[in-house]
């Protein structure tokens, strides 16, 4: 590959969406300033639907229009998938399980102006009414005065209409990931933690560790001699502040996780320097898409006739931050390995909470079936949130007549554990699922412990 205009990239991506159909869906979400399509390329093995179970990953390139070296891999990475798929079992393992979003291109204006060879300016940073944008999204701590973009805008809009599980966002100038928090609420530069920091610090070092120089922390030393980063990563705020930025914007709005990944010291290297930085992150990408197979997934759904449940509200206890179902109920919550209590709820059912043990280097399938609250006079259910409460009698009974069908007692042992759940447990695990159980089903459960052992057994 090789650094092109925006007019031999959308041919690039015309000529592999035609070539690959069936694992190939080329979209728009708007336009620039300077009126070009911001384009979007998906791969997947049913790339034109959300299948349901299948996490939504995104890469997101050239915000600033300067930091090429994002754009050329992401087309690099598109050819490599498309060549590989059906001959690499990895490739194609990721292509048959996630649907890979990859815009190249974010500001195709600033791109088209910037100069190659530029090391550290700023001529097409910005977008073609000068403004940043990445200082230009919905800030958590400040307003943000000036005019939302068009390319702002279209993203925001994007982020809102799929369920993006795990993001990165491509740039230059340095050889690091930063993760959220990227600003502090008193604008200085000092670790501004998320609820979610060791997720991120998790999924970030997944990318440092596979880049044989981002890993060491001593990414630019000619142009900044006194610049460390631990394993190749820092908190984004701790390292400067940065106040409307999207990898935030990301994190606090929709149920994406995204990172920054800053991939070279020079924004704008020279052409023939491009084959040496697709050799050090061609591992590092393909393995960061890995990470959204960890954690946590599963289908939250009516006990009754188990429809999914949209828009239900994914709680894990002690970190504040929820996300959402899908469409089809389904959801994907990003965890470090260990232990939670995690909470499905949904307006109109009962809350239901239950216990998960996350393992390393995998994702654990958790499933929710919920039961509906009682209804009003007038047969609707009752307006606002439902507090985790009891059941009624008349679910009590609906309950038993459900189990009583045995297709009730599999969906409840569904909701309550998985395959991967039917294992030996220590006295921990072992006590806090049996926990969780009396929390769910107080009718029916009773848990009690005898302090004396007994003289004799009846066996």
Not at 9 to 24: G, T
Request: hydrophobic fraction near 30%; charged fraction near 20%.
């Amino acid at each position: 590959m090789f650094f092109s205009l925006y007019t031999d990239m959308e041919m690039f991506l015309l000529k592999y969406s035609s070539e690959f159909p069936s694992i190939v869906h080329l979209y728009k979400i708007g336009r620039s300033v300077e009126d070009r399509e911001l384009y979007v390329m998906v791969i997947s093995d049913n790339p034109t639907v959300h299948e349901h179970g299948e996490p939504e990953f995104k890469y997101i390139a050239n915000m600033h229009g300067n930091e090429v070296v994002g754009r050329e891999l992401l087309l690099n990475l598109i050819e490599y998938l498309c060549r590989n798929y059906g001959t690499d079992p990895e490739v194609t393992q990721l292509v048959n399980n996630t649907r890979i979003h990859i815009m190249p291109s974010m500001n195709p204006d600033g791109y088209e102006v910037a100069t190659e060879g530029d090391i550290k300016g700023y001529k097409g940073r910005n977008n073609s009414n000068n403004f940043d944008l990445n200082r230009n999204f919905p800030d958590q701590f400040i307003t943000i005065t000036e005019p939302r973009q068009p390319e702002t805008i279209a993203v925001m809009n994007w982020l809102k209409s799929i369920p993006f599980v795990l993001s990165a966002n491509l740039h230059g100038g340095s050889l690091v990931v930063n993760y959220p928090y990227d600003d502090d609420k008193q604008g200085l530069s000092r670790y501004s933690q998320s609820p979610d920091d060791k997720v991120f610090q998790q999924v970030s070092r997944a990318y440092s560790q596979e880049n044989p120089f981002m890993h060491n922390g001593h990414p630019c030393q000619d142009l900044y001699q006194d610049e460390y980063f631990e394993d190749g990563i820092t908190n984004g705020a701790k390292w400067y502040n940065v106040p409307g930025g999207m990898q935030d914007w990301n994190y606090l709005n929709t149920n994406c996780f995204e990172v920054t990944i800053e991939l070279g010291c020079v924004k704008y290297p020279m052409a023939k320097d491009l084959p040496q930085y697709w050799e050090q992150n061609r591992r590092a990408l393909l393995q960061f898409i890995h990470q959204v197979h960890s954690g946590v997934k599963g289908t939250v759904s009516d006990m009754r006739d188990g429809t999914g449940i949209p828009n239900a509200t994914i709680s894990v206890e002690d970190i504040d931050h929820n996300i959402t179902t899908a469409h089809t109920g389904d959801y994907w919550r990003l965890l470090v390995p260990g232990t939670y209590y995690i909470t499905a709820s949904a307006h109109g059912y009962t809350p239901m909470r239950t216990y998960v043990t996350v393992p390393k280097g995998r994702v654990e399938v958790l499933d929710f079936r919920l039961t509906r609250v009682h209804s009003d006079s007038n047969g609707q259910s009752p307006k606002g949130p439902q507090p985790t409460q009891n059941p009624s009698e008349k679910e009590f009974q609906s309950l038993i007549k459900d189990l009583s069908l045995g297709q009730g007692l599999e969906q409840l042992v569904k909701s309550t554990a998985t395959e991967n759940s039917f294992r030996y447990r220590r006295y921990k695990e072992l006590s806090g699922f049996m926990r969780s159980l009396t929390l769910n089903f107080p009718q029916i459960t009773s848990l009690r412990r005898y302090l004396n052992q007994p003289k004799s057994f009846p066996f």
